[in-house]
């Protein structure tokens, strides 16, 4: 495995990324301390400014990036960019200038420059702008509703969504299959298989591939 770190480690997907690393040392940069990290996994906590730097100067290997956030809980559109949009390209950018070749970053499903939805048009400007960064390997994951145990305050309207996934998931087929929800641990499963895989050029996983990396 190559030598990773981690941001955005501390959400529902981040922390099954590194439960799936196993004894894979892996580096974690959080703004607050995760609970419950091996011992043989190095902690770095600092604010999301000191963030450049930090990455800059551990030169990982693989950058893999699960930050993610809601417009409610960052408490404005622009807070929400900060977060989605900026701090992920502020760690991709120092990241790829000390040399990281890889990167690996969690999306949404209907990502897209140019569309009418805020969030996903954050997202799809995200993409573009981590793949003009120039890495030799980017993995852009697309997942639909997550599901899963998420630490810190409930959200409503997932929680009432998760409930009726199975029914809502029955009727979508074809290309709408992507839009599927799946669980944070899936995804999980298929970072951690991409972290091993070679190769070159920008790389789109939507539901049905995240499912088969996963198995």
């Known amino acids: 495995m190559p030598d990773a770190l981690i941001v955005g480690a501390t959400g529902l997907v981040g922390r099954a990324v590194i439960e799936r690393f196993g004894l894979a040392p892996v580096t974690v940069l959080a703004r607050r301390e995760v609970q419950g990290l091996a011992p043989h996994h190095k902690a770095l906590v600092a604010p999301s400014e000191r963030w450049g730097d930090i990455v800059a100067a551990e030169k990982p290997g693989l950058l893999i990036s699960c930050l993610g956030t809601t417009i409610r809980l960052a408490g404005?559109?622009?807070?929400?960019?900060?977060?989605?949009?900026d701090l992920v390209l502020a760690a991709a950018r120092e990241a790829r200038a000390g040399g990281t070749p890889h990167m690996i970053a969690v999306s949404s499903v209907g990502a897209a420059a140019k569309s009418g939805n805020f969030y996903l048009r954050t997202k799809g400007e995200t993409e573009d702008d981590l793949a003009g960064l120039g890495f030799a390997r980017l993995d852009l994951i697309r997942p639909g509703l997550l599901r899963g145990d998420r630490p810190g305050p409930q959200r409503l309207g997932e929680g009432l969504a998760t409930i009726a996934a199975p029914f809502t998931d029955a009727l979508l087929h074809g290309s709408f299959r992507r839009y599927r929800s799946i669980s944070g641990d899936s995804v999980a499963a298929a970072i951690v298989a991409l972290a091993g895989q070679g190769g070159f050029g920008v790389h789109i996983h939507e539901n049905d591939a995240i499912r088969a990396l996963a198995d």
């Open 76 to 85: 404005s559109q622009a807070a929400f960019r900060a977060v989605d949009h």
